[in-house]
């Protein structure tokens, strides 16, 4: 796919660079611009398949970029290090929404995003993703639900409320204080735990994320166990364990 990096940060552009020559072969970078007006130059003669844009840079910003490109047909991936514009990144049909620094993993899976949405010809089906709204609805509500795909449709689920989040395969039980019975839900344990993050939980075992806040003690042992307030015993591995002990000594 043809690539446009477009970031006013030297030091940005340089790493996402580097991370997609390294991790996402499918993609080829055909120019790196450092402002709006040389990312339209480029834009116009590159036709690219796939733009990185970052929002904030002198001139012309990220969106009003997009608004000089009428009838655009590649996928936008917007790169930012703040979350206020997730709704803006919406209205233009935005891909995908990754905050500095950008994490390997969510580079890979935007990537992903866009060779599946990809088509030979050269056009792009640029419909936002899911991802995406979540993003949005993170802003919007910090701190008090997530909305979560389930049998019944999305369950809404107070943060405050989920005692720890277990893995299942590809899906995820989440386990609440409200209710005896784990709610089934279709994301994968990392996909909820990028939801939690900053909100109190901490992935203590490859099935496991919990919510230090309904944590009743910690039983020393070669990982050790975490007993939860609902009596659940959940492992703490041992390549997490000193990390735990060091983020639990800051609450």
Known sequence: MRTIIVDDEKLSRSVLKLLLEK????????????????????????????????????????????????????????????????????????????LKPIIREDLIDAVDKAIARYHPNGSADTKPDTSLLEVLHQHLYPGERLALPSHEGLRMLLVKDILYCAADGDTTLVHLVSTPEPCLVFRSLKEVESQLKNKGFFRVHHSYVVNLNHMDRYIKGDGGDIIMKDGSCIPVSRHRKQEFMDRIEKL
């Open 23 to 98: 991790h996402c072969p499918a993609v080829n970078i055909v120019a790196v611009c450092a402002d709006g007006i040389s990312a339209l130059e480029a834009i116009e003669k590159y036709q690219p398949d796939l733009l990185f844009l970052d929002v904030e840079m002198p001139g012309l910003n990220g969106f009003e970029v997009l608004k000089a490109c009428k009838d655009a047909s590649f996928s936008i991936i917007v790169t930012t290090s703040h979350d206020q514009y997730a709704l803006d990144a919406i209205r233009h049909n935005a891909l995908d929404y990754l």
